[in-house]
């Protein structure tokens, strides 16, 4: 016990949970990753794939297991009618209000599509969009509540 007494002890425990708005923000940016992704990819002239696993189960030994299966994933942008590009930025289905009335951001042409991601992924780390994702999120728990 000597040992110890030299330490400083706290009563501190580690949380087990992470608050709802961090894991709001994490599964936004998971997507927007992807869309990074799609944007580079498509820029490069390539084809993107985004892979997840799936738990299939096997007929003959009746046992669970995962398989790598490929995922649709639709850009977030589109051309808009003056010939620009929007980027709307999307929680699940539904689109996040950015501004009062304002759905999309506008890019001038397709090699500021990534520069403009990263900014949002900042302004979702910085909580700037906590207001947003969570009245996606609530709009969505009130269709499950009829």
């Known amino acids: 016990m000597a040992t110890l007494s030299n330490l400083k002890l ?3 425990q580690k949380s087990v949970n992470l608050p709802a708005v961090q894991v709001r923000r994490n599964k936004l940016l998971l997507r927007l990753a992807e869309q990074m992704a799609l944007a580079k ?6 084809v993107f794939s985004a892979t ?8 003959d030994t009746g046992a669970n297991k995962q398989i790598v299966t490929s995922k649709r994933v639709k850009p977030w942008w589109f051309v808009c009618e ?3 590009l929007a ?3 999307r929680y699940g289905a539904r689109l996040l209000e950015l501004g009062r009335g304002k759905f999309a951001i506008e890019v001038a042409n397709p090699k500021e599509l990534l ?5 949002i992924k900042t302004a979702v780390q910085d909580g700037e969009l906590d207001a947003a994702i969570d009245a996606a999120a609530n709009k969505l728990k009130a269709g499950f509540g009829k």
């Not at 997840?52 to 007929?59: C, F, H, N, P, S």
């Open 10 to 12: 706290t009563a501190a």
């Open 41 to 46: 990819a498509q820029q490069a002239g390539e």
């Open 52 to 59: 997840k696993l799936r738990t299939v189960k096997d007929a």
């Open 82 to 84: 003056n010939g620009k």
């Open 87 to 89: 980027l709307g930025v």
């Open 115 to 119: 520069p403009t991601m990263e900014l």
